[in-house]
Each structure stands twice: as structure tokens, then as C-alpha cells.
């Protein structure tokens, strides 16, 4: 009744072959776009740091070895433009972070109820992140403009009855880079608070009440349940504020151009300048790698500094 | 001709697990057979093996006259339930009954057709354009059965279709499908853990642990003469009791069992209908009763019957579950020691255990009250050691 | 509802929704509660939202009204000239137009969206779903490829593509294929149930067809949250614009509006004009789509 198998017992080929096929045509153009645009870049940013390439003067390039990296880290010839751009990404990131976190936290806060037009004002706080922060960085520019007829100036002056005289705070550098801050928070907070509310929605009704009927009252509840409930959204929205500070630009390009000397230059903008205005790949190169470094340690760190308490549910 | 044939089929895993070491069976055209065991034995990897779900790593597995092997599931010819029923959540019933035709490229008029018999067989016709979130779990689980049956495929598959539904509907959906079955006369494999399930639906039953075919058999064959230990707890509900004793026998040529410290005669019709007990040397011996093979007012001798110590008193109306302790050891295999009842935690010391007896609500028995027990032991089952049936 | 002694322990027993409208002294907002809340919300609202109130109003005012105070907030001298002034300081390729402008960002966007959905999303198909060597390390590449900013590859990618400036292709399509879009829609599928897919296999469907029969028509919101996502970095992308384009003809809006504030003559009015007319197709987008824009913002946190 039976005839004799021609195959004897093997795997399912014909289903594994098939899927293969149907997979390498699938995965193919993401495959390509990927080692392309990403991978290949990013091997290629090492190699160019390493190289002395003066953009668009025809010259071949030459081999600089670690020199690019020494003379952004070690030569005072060089360095002091780069530290800055350290200094003021690290200033910039350590206001932020706590700051628009904290904002975002507060606006969630008062967000939480079950109110009529609570939608409304989530869309409304949630609006500017909808800006190109290019559009933004224009609209603060206005906002911040010098004379007594500039906006800002002009809510100061009403708001303390004359006490503070109209300032130009994209030109002082003492006051550049806190303006920058400002327009930057008010560009993100939506962001962070949507993702903190919906964080603080999750968190069970009951175990409020249960808190309440045992006789806590509205801070220690905010103490011992809300914060821990919101302890991972938290941690999320904090790395990825920090790295995105990290990569401060735009506003930076459009607001003030990297001053008034180097009071707002960042790292991206060191890069960008060096690629452009001056031409030097090699250097604008060793700037990415450095930068890139620098990311990853700060995600390291923050990953295992947060991580080690986290819950796993 | 749908015949399965699974010749030395085995599935080992790339970590290294041998998840089936071997099966050898065959499941004839038209037939209902049912794998049943405990989770974990391997029941549902076989039908996945069979669906082509999981690739075969060794022997070979025949469906018609055909080596399937290598096959992928849409070139075997087969048709899947699935436990979750797996129902294209964005189709409608239709959609969903006609989809697997729609692949083979049906003329439209034949799909359309051929669904709407299969909804008619179902009673789906007036759910045909609902879409599954709107339909109860009875009804999810008929669309499954539906899309199966339109393909009328050389074999069903069906892997627990009806673990997620409530009793009720469980008892009846047993017999719809059982119905169905046979009178659409296809293959059937059916994968379940419920050996009440097994029992009413198959026409063999095949009864695996841990990868391995413990018996195929009809189900009157597996109750009345389970091959092993296992099987012999694992069919029946409640489960048998089972005990350690020791086979004597007396100068006057009769043969006993002991139950502790006392002493069950055996009939000699059931030594001449069991050669291998008839022969069996003295000494250590397993012994089963079933909770129906106790009889509540005992006729004939004290070595028919057993004095016991009634624990807890289950009544369920047309009958009782009598819990009695005994000072007996209780005999078992690895697996059916882990399936201890919570009742039988409570027991006492070592050497005392729990059993069930079945009984009928007459007369009335008391907790905590010693009784006379009789026992059928025409209906008594024996192992050996190793827990082999001694037939 | 009325507010009778309902015993404490009961209350615990009704519903929340319930439970709120039993005014039962602290266990639920008073009318002052909710007065206050409002009271401190709307100002506060108001306030936040301000600056793109300054930027409307002005778009409407002449250039020199714009910086005079809150004289800009009075309702005389509303005009359109602002707009119309657009049109014509852009125009010819020299300087380029607002509607050139204007196509640039829809065509970029759309190709980096569109293109990101169809090779992301059969990508990650593949990788959940399909068995194939080398699948587990090309999984492996591309969550480990999910932490490279953009930024660090910027100037490489600018050094290799220099042969590419000033064309729409530059600005598309090395968007297309994205490490985290990839990620989303594979966590996506992976959640999916198994059976769902096997049941299509035995049904008869293959790879290709299981994706596009099964798969996609139940992947709708992971489809909506990645082209929000993907369309929001790419409209408002400025910094590869800035350094592969300086022809007027192919610049998008963000470097388009940056380039108007770095050459004078201008006036503010004008600018605002230009800058509402470049926000307002997003605005009104996510007006209407606003469930959706802040569903996917909150998808990505999850997943993060």
C-alpha cells in the first residue's frame, strides 16, 4: 500500500527555502538603505577624522593619524573652540533635563483629571512640538528682540513696572544661551508631558484610594504612588531629553550662529561650521566621532545608573 | 485514501531536547483518533508536526500514500483548528470560511457556493457577514470548524478546539463534532487534555507522556485493560486508586491480595483470564480499584470487602464520593505522584493514604465513620514493578 | 446624586465613575476644587500658548507694527499684504518660490514616508515572522543601529553624497530605511498572534501573501504612528538641508524660512507670514488627527 519514500526524514526544506526567498526580498532594500546610509557612514566617519581633507580644493587628502582628535582635545590653538561647545552642550543638558521634565511632570499633573476640555488643553501644550523647530528658533528670534518694542521686553517691563530695562538677549552672552533654553523647553515640553500622562493614566485608580482611605494625604500619595508608578516612563523621558540635547542645532544656527562668541556653539555646530565655512572634513569628522562617543557613554551611564532599580513587571 | 502514517517519527530540538523520541502509528481513512495526555507530553508538537507547523527531525510521516516530510502545511492537504480558533479578526465570517479557497485561486461562484454550504452544515448562514469580534466563543469556534471543513481537505486537525469554551458548551460541541465527523467521513486527528474528551469522541484514543505512546486503543479497551500504570490512572475520573500490596497465596490454592493489614480474595475466573498473574511468583504486586468498584453493603466474605475510615463525604445527588483513609501505601509512577490532590495532602502519616470510592446515595454514610466497604474484585487491575499491566 | 451618608466602606464598592459624583467630602473634587483647577489652568494655557498666537496676529500686521509691544495685539491695520508680499519677494529661481518651497517639503516628505512604510514594515515582517539565516543577526544590526543619531553620520554621509546636492533624492533617501521605524513595526507583528499566521499557512498563503492578506490590514495603527513619526522628523528636518542644499529651487521650508531671516530686507511681518503659511498644513493635520499624532508619541515612549 505504502511505496517507498524517495526522501527520507529531513527538515521541512521546501518551507524554509521558500520563506528564505520571500524574506531576502523583503529584507533587501531595508538592508541596503541601512548599511548605505548608516553603517557605511559611521565607519567612514572614523576613517575621514583620520585624514587631513581640505573640502573642494582638489587636493587629495592625507593621512593625520590622531591628529585631528589632538588638536580638538589637547591644542590650545584649537581647543578652545571645542570645549566651549562641551561646556555649553553639558550646561544645556543639565538645565534642561531636570527642567523640562519637571515642567512636563507639573503640566501632567494638572492635566490628570477627569475634567471637561482636558483634551483641549493637552492638544494646545502639545502644539508646538508640531513646529519645525526651524519655525520655532524664527518665532523666539522675534520674541527676543532688543529693543523695548521686542515681546519679551516688553512683558518684563509690564510685569515688573518698569524695574528691568529691555535687553538683547541673543546678543549678550551671558544671556544667549539661557534664551536658547527657554525656546527649547517650550519646544518639548508637549512632547514629554504626553508620554508622562499617559504614564500617570496607567496608574491603577485604586491603589489612590486605597492610599487615601488609609488616612495619606494628597503629597504622600504623590510620594509613594505616583512617583514610583511613573519611575520608568520617567527614566525614559530623561535619556532620551539628555541625548537630544546632546544634538542641539537648530535653534543654535538660526538664533545666534554659534555667539556671540562661542556663548552658544555646540558640538553639532562646531561640526557643521568645520564641514562648511572652513571646509575641513577631517576635523568636522573627529567632531561626530567625539560626539558620537560621547552619546553612548551618556546612555550607558544613564542606563545603568536607572536601570538597576527598575521593576521588571 | 486519507490514511496518517507516522513511522518512527521524532522531533529533537537544535538545544538538544528530544521533545518526541519516536512514534509509530497509524491512523486509518476516516477514522477519529485523539491524542490525549498530560500538558507537556507532547500531544499538541505531534499535530504541529503533522501540520507542518514544526519540521520533522527524523522517521517519516505519510498522509494518503504521499511522504510529507518536506512539505510546507499549504501542500499538505490538511486543515487546522486551532485552540484560539486563530480567526482573521478583519474578515467576515465569510471572508474567513472562504479565504483558504481564495488562495487556491476558486472561481468565485464555487467559493461562494461551497461557503455557504459549509455555513449551512454549521448553522452560520445568518452570521455570515459578522466579523469574529462579534461573535460569542460557541459561535468563534463553528467559523473555525467552518473554515476547515469547506476545503474538504484529505485530514482535520484540531488542537484543543474546545479548551476555551465554558462546560456547558462543551458537552454540547463534543457532540456536534462528533457528529459532524462522521458524517463527513474525513481523517480526523484530535489533540486534548480532557480524557473525557477522548473518551466520548474517539474512535482510538492514544494515550502519550513525555513524547512517548503509552497505548492506541479503542476507549472501552483503555479503560477495561490499560497497558501500563499510567494509563490506568490517567483514564477515569476520579482517578483509580492504586496501592502497594503483596500477592499471596494459601495452601488451598487460593490467591490473595493484601490491602494493609487486611486481605482482598481473587476470583479465580480472573486468574484464568490473566495468565501472567496466574503465573506471578508471591511477593510485591500493584493493585488498582476504581472508585465504581466499591460496593456499599458487602455481601459474602471478609476477604471481599475492606474496613476503612470515611474522611470527607462528597454528595452530588445521584451519587456520593466517598474520601476514606486506609493504612496502605499508595503505588504510583512518576507522573501520577505529582497529580496528588490537595485532599490527599491532608493525609496523616506516611502509610496511610487517601482513596475514592463511588457510590450510590444509599444507604447514608457519615464522616469520620469506620464502615465495611466491599469490592468488586472481578474489577480489580494489576501491575507489576515497573507498573506493566499483569495481564 | 444625593449626597446622604453613604458609608465609607460602601462607597469603595461602587464604580469610579460613580464614586466621583457622590460628593462625599474628601473622596471626591469639589465645585471649588474644579473652579480652582480652572482658574489656574486656562492662564497658564493661555500663557504657553502665546508665542503662536504673537506668530498669527503679526502675520496679519504691517512690519512695523509688529515690533511695537503689545500695540501689535490692537485689531486695526489686519491686512493680507503680509501673504501676498511672500509671493512676490519669492519668485524666479533666483530666490525661490513659496509654492517651490512648499512642493519641496510635500515631495520629500511624502517619498521618505511612503518609501519608510513599504521597506520598513516588510522588513520587520520578515524578521518577526519568517525564518531565514541570518535573522537573528540582522536583528541584532538594527536595534544596535537604533542608538546612532543622525548627527553622527551627518558629515560622512555629506563627504559621500556630494555628487547628489541639490536634488530632492539627497533629501529623501537616506530617510527611507530607519533603524527605529524598523523596530517599531517589528515589535508590532512579534505581538501578533502566532496562530493568526500559521492559520494562513495552512490555509495555503505564503510569505508574501500572509503579509499582505493577514498582516497589514491589522497593522493600521502601527502604520498610522510610524508615517506620523516619520512625516513629523522629515518636514521639520533643517540640519541635512542646510548642508546639502543651496539651490533655491529644491529648498524645503525650515532652510527656506532660516535663509529669509538671514537675508535682509525683511520684515517680521512678513516672516510670520511665511511661517504660518509653512506650519499650517501640519497644524491643521494634526487638528484633525490629534488622537493619532499623540498616540504615536506615546508608542515610541513605550517602546523605548
Redesign the interface.
Known amino acids: 500500500m505504502f511505496t517507498k519514500p524517495k526522501t527520507v526524514a529531513g527538515p521541512a526544506i521546501a518551507s524554509?527555502q521558500?520563506?528564505?526567498r520571500?524574506?531576502?526580498v523583503?529584507?533587501t532594500?531595508?538592508?541596503?538603505?541601512?548599511l548605505?546610509?548608516?553603517?557605511?557612514?559611521?565607519l567612514?566617519?572614523i576613517f575621514?577624522s583620520t585624514q587631513n581633507l581640505q573640502?573642494g580644493s582638489g587636493l587629495a587628502p592625507t593621512w593625520m593619524g590622531l591628529e585631528q582628535y589632538r588638536r580638538i582635545l589637547l591644542d590650545p590653538l584649537f581647543r578652545a573652540d571645542f570645549y566651549r561647545a562641551l561646556i555649553n552642550n553639558a550646561t544645556f543638558a543639565v538645565v534642561v533635563v531636570p527642567a523640562q521634565t519637571g515642567l512636563a511632570l507639573a503640566?501632567a499633573l494638572?492635566?490628570n483629571?477627569?475634567?471637561r476640555?482636558m483634551?483641549v488643553?493637552?492638544?494646545?501644550?502639545?502644539?508646538?512640538?508640531?513646529?519645525?523647530?526651524?519655525?520655532v528658533?524664527?518665532?523666539?528670534?522675534?520674541?527676543y528682540?532688543p529693543?523695548?518694542?521686542?515681546?519679551l521686553n516688553?512683558v518684563l517691563k509690564?510685569v515688573t513696572f518698569g524695574h528691568i530695562q529691555p535687553h538683547d538677549f541673543l546678543g549678550d552672552p551671558k544671556t544667549a544661551l539661557a534664551a536658547i533654553i527657554v525656546t527649547s523647553i517650550?519646544s518639548g515640553v508637549g512632547?514629554q508631558m504626553?508620554?508622562i500622562l499617559?504614564g500617570l493614566q496607567s496608574i491603577s485608580?485604586t491603589l489612590y484610594?486605597a492610599a487615601?482611605?488609609d488616612k495619606a494625604s494628597k503629597w504622600q500619595q504623590f510620594l509613594n504612588v505616583t512617583v514610583p508608578g511613573l519611575r520608568n516612563?520617567l527614566v525614559?523621558?530623561v535619556?532620551?531629553t539628555t541625548?537630544l540635547s546632546l544634538?542641539l542645532?537648530?535653534q543654535v544656527?538660526?538664533m545666534t550662529r554659534g555667539g556671540p562668541l562661542n556663548a552658544t556653539t555646540t558640538v553639532?555646530y562646531q561640526?557643521?561650521t568645520s564641514?562648511?565655512d572652513q571646509g575641513n572634513?577631517g576635523r568636522?569628522?573627529a567632531?561626530?566621532?567625539v560626539?558620537?562617543v560621547l552619546?553612548?557613554g551618556v546612555?550607558l551611564i544613564q542606563r545603568w545608573f536607572l536601570r538597576e532599580e527598575r521593576e521588571i513587571v | 485514501m486519507a490514511t496518517i502514517k507516522y513511522d518512527n517519527v521524532e522531533k529533537t530540538y537544535p538545544d538538544g531536547t528530544k521533545a518526541i523520541p519516536g512514534i509509530s502509528l497509524e491512523v486509518r481513512d476516516g477514522e477519529f483518533m485523539v491524542f490525549v495526555g498530560p500538558s507537556g507530553c507532547g500531544k499538541s508538537t505531534v499535530l504541529r508536526l503533522t501540520?507542518?507547523?514544526e519540521d520533522i527531525t527524523g522517521g517519516s510521516l505519510f498522509i494518503g500514500d504521499r511522504v510529507v516530510n518536506s512539505l510546507?502545511?499549504?501542500q499538505r492537504d490538511?486543515?487546522?483548528v486551532?485552540?484560539?480558533y486563530?480567526?482573521?479578526?478583519?474578515?467576515t465570517v465569510r471572508d474567513n470560511i472562504g479565504?483558504?479557497l481564495r488562495?487556491?485561486g476558486r472561481p468565485k461562484s464555487e467559493i461562494r457556493q461551497r461557503v455557504e454550504a459549509a455555513a449551512g452544515r454549521l448553522s452560520l448562514t445568518a452570521l455570515l457577514d459578522r466579523k469574529p469580534r462579534n461573535l460569542s466563543g460557541g459561535q468563534r469556534q463553528r467559523v473555525a470548524m467552518g473554515?476547515a471543513i469547506v476545503?474538504e481537505p484529505q485530514a482535520f486537525l484540531m488542537d484543543e478546539p474546545l479548551s476555551n469554551l465554558d462546560a456547558k458548551l462543551r458537552v454540547q460541541m463534543r457532540a456536534e463534532i462528533s457528529s459532524l465527523q462522521r458524517q463527513l467521513g474525513v481523517t480526523t486527528v484530535y489533540v486534548t487534555h480532557d480524557q473525557v474528551e477522548a473518551m466520548t469522541m474517539g474512535d482510538r484514543v492514544a494515550v502519550m507522556k513525555s513524547g512517548l505512546l503509552q497505548q492506541v486503543a479503542p476507549p472501552e479497551e483503555l479503560y477495561e485493560r490499560p497497558v501500563n500504570i499510567f494509563v490506568a490512572g490517567f483514564i477515569g475520573s476520579p482517578k483509580m486508586n492504586l496501592f502497594e500490596s503483596v500477592l499471596r497465596r494459601d495452601r488451598d490454592g487460593g490467591t490473595f491480595v493484601t490491602f494493609g493489614a487486611q486481605e482482598l480474595a481473587i476470583p479465580k475466573e480472573v486468574l484464568r483470564e490473566r495468565p501472567s498473574l496466574g503465573q506471578r511468583k508471591d511477593g510485591p504486586i500493584k493493585v488498582g480499584i476504581r472508585p465504581d468498584g466499591f460496593i456499599l453493603t458487602p455481601n459474602g466474605s471478609s476477604d471481599q470487602s475492606i474496613e476503612v475510615t470515611t474522611e470527607v463525604v462528597e454528595s452530588l445527588g445521584n451519587e456520593r464520593m466517598v474520601h476514606f483513609i486506609a493504612q496502605v501505601r499508595k503505588a504510583s509512577d512518576a507522573d501520577t505522584r505529582d497529580q496528588r490532590t490537595d485532599l490527599e495532602e491532608i493525609a496523616p502519616d506516611a502509610g496511610t493514604s487517601m482513596f475514592i470510592a463511588r457510590v450510590p446515595p444509599y444507604p447514608r454514610v457519615h464522616e469520620r465513620e469506620t464502615i465495611r466497604l466491599g469490592v468488586n474484585t472481578k474489577g480489580l487491575y494489576f501491575f507489576d514493578e515497573e507498573g506493566n499491566s499483569l495481564f | 446624586m444625593s449626597n446622604a451618608s453613604i458609608p465609607?466602606h460602601q462607597v469603595?464598592t461602587l464604580s469610579?465613575k460613580v464614586r466621583?459624583r457622590t460628593r462625599i467630602g474628601?473622596?471626591g473634587?469639589s465645585r471649588l476644587r474644579?473652579a480652582v483647577?480652572?482658574l489656574?489652568?486656562v492662564p497658564?494655557?493661555l500663557l504657553?500658548?502665546s508665542?503662536?498666537i504673537?506668530?498669527f496676529i503679526?502675520s496679519f500686521k504691517p512690519n512695523n507694527e509688529?515690533?511695537?509691544?503689545?500695540g501689535?495685539f490692537s485689531l486695526q491695520d489686519l491686512s493680507f499684504n503680509n501673504y501676498l508680499s511672500i509671493f512676490s519677494r519669492f519668485s524666479g529661481s533666483d530666490t525661490g518660490t513659496f509654492t517651490g518651497f512648499l512642493t519641496t517639503s510635500l515631495i520629500v516628505s511624502a517619498a521618505t514616508v511612503i518609501g519608510g512604510l513599504?521597506?520598513?514594515s516588510?522588513?520587520a515582517?520578515?524578521?518577526a515572522r519568517?525564518?531565514?539565516?541570518g535573522?537573528n543577526l540582522?536583528l541584532l544590526?538594527?536595534i544596535a543601529?537604533v542608538?546612532?543619531?543622525?548627527?553622527?553620520?551627518?558629515?560622512?554621509?555629506?563627504?559621500?553624497l556630494d555628487g547628489l546636492r541639490n536634488t530632492y533624492l539627497v533629501q529623501f533617501?537616506?530617510?527611507?530605511?530607519s533603524?527605529f521605524s524598523?523596530y517599531l513595526f517589528y515589535s508590532f507583528f512579534a505581538g501578533l498572534?502566532k496562530?493568526?499566521e500559521?492559520?494562513?499557512?495552512?490555509?495555503?498563503?505564503?510569505?508574501?501573501?500572509t503579509?499582505f492578506?493577514?498582516m497589514l490590514?491589522?497593522a493600521r495603527p502601527v502604520f498610522a504612528t510610524v508615517a506620523i513619526l516619520q512625516f513629523?522628523a522629515s518636514?521639520?528636518s533643517?540640519?541635512w538641508p542646510?548642508?546639502v542644499i543651496d539651490d533655491p529651487t529644491v529648498r524645503p521650508?525650515?532652510?527656506a524660512?532660516?535663509v529669509y531671516?538671514g537675508t535682509p530686507p525683511y520684515g517680521?511681518g512678513n516672516?510670520?507670514a511665511f511661517?504660518v503659511m509653512?506650519?499650517l498644513p501640519?497644524?491643521v493635520m494634526?487638528?484633525i488627527f490629534?488622537r493619532w499624532?499623540?498616540r504615536s508619541?506615546?508608542t515610541s515612549?513605550?517602546k523605548?
Open positions: 524554509i521558500q520563506d528564505t520571500a524574506a531576502v523583503m529584507v532594500p531595508a538592508f541596503l538603505g541601512l548605505a546610509f548608516i553603517a557605511i557612514p559611521f567612514l566617519a575621514l573640502f503640566i494638572l492635566l483629571r477627569r475634567l476640555g483634551p488643553f493637552r492638544t494646545l501644550f502639545f502644539m508646538p512640538v508640531v513646529f519645525p523647530m526651524a519655525l528658533s524664527v518665532i523666539w528670534k522675534l520674541i528682540a529693543d523695548d518694542v521686542g515681546m516688553t509690564v517650550w512632547f504626553v508620554i499617559a485608580a484610594e487615601s482611605i516612563t525614559f523621558v535619556m532620551v541625548i544634538r542645532f537648530d544656527y538660526i553639532m561640526a557643521v564641514a562648511f572634513i568636522a569628522a567632531i561626530t566621532v560626539f558620537f552619546v553612548l546612555a | 501540520a507542518g507547523l510546507a502545511p499549504q490538511i486543515a487546522m486551532f485552540q484560539d486563530a480567526l482573521y479578526p478583519h474578515m479565504f483558504a488562495m487556491m473554515r476545503r | 465609607r469603595m469610579p466621583d474628601r473622596l473634587p474644579i483647577n480652572y489656574v489652568m497658564v494655557t504657553f500658548v508665542p503662536i504673537y506668530m503679526a509688529v515690533l511695537s509691544g503689545f501689535v513599504v521597506v520598513n516588510m522588513a515582517y520578515a524578521l519568517l525564518r531565514w539565516p535573522r540582522f544590526a538594527v543601529l542608538i546612532v543619531p543622525f548627527e553622527a553620520i551627518a558629515v560622512p554621509l555629506f563627504y559621500m533617501l537616506p530617510f527611507i530605511a533603524p524598523i498572534p496562530s493568526l500559521e492559520a494562513a499557512r495552512v490555509d495555503g498563503a505564503g510569505a508574501w501573501r503579509f492578506f493577514i490590514p491589522n513629523m518636514w521639520s533643517f540640519l542646510v548642508m521650508l525650515p532652510l524660512i532660516s531671516v517680521w516672516i510670520m511661517g509653512m506650519v501640519m497644524l494634526f487638528l490629534q499624532f499623540i508619541v506615546v515612549g513605550v523605548g
